[in-house]
Every structure is written in structure tokens, then in C-alpha cells.
């Protein structure tokens, strides 16, 4: 896969596709209250077991457990 982060090798061995991207780093956490509002979702929508953070293999994302 070519992006605009740069290029992901991709395998396939079987049925199962692998992509080789860069290892993850998590950077800043979130409060539940501004994500629920932002999200228009309820708190109980969201595993409290889990910080919402935002987390990058190349592209960053704010991951909502």
C-alpha cells in the first residue's frame, strides 16, 4: 500500500492479509466527557477499562474503547 505516510508492505498467506506497519505510539489520553459529547454516544458506550488515546502507527487516531 502506498499513503501519504509512506509505503506498507503487504502480504497475503492464504485467506489472511498481513500489513508490516510501524510499531504504535500513544500519545495524549482523553476525557470520557468530551469524547461522549463530541461522539453524540452515551458513557456506557465506552469500556472504561480502556483509556481513549490517541495512538499512531503513522497516522494518528483517538482510539474509543
Known sequence: ????V???PVSWKGEVLWMFQNLP???QKHQIETLVEVLNIEVDDI???FPIQEVSTGIPFVIVP
Not at 1 to 4: D, G, P, R, Y
Open 47 to 49: 469500556d472504561t477499562r
Open 25 to 27: 505510539t500513544f500519545a
Open 1 to 4: 500500500m502506498n499513503l501519504a
Open 6 to 8: 509512506g509505503q506498507i
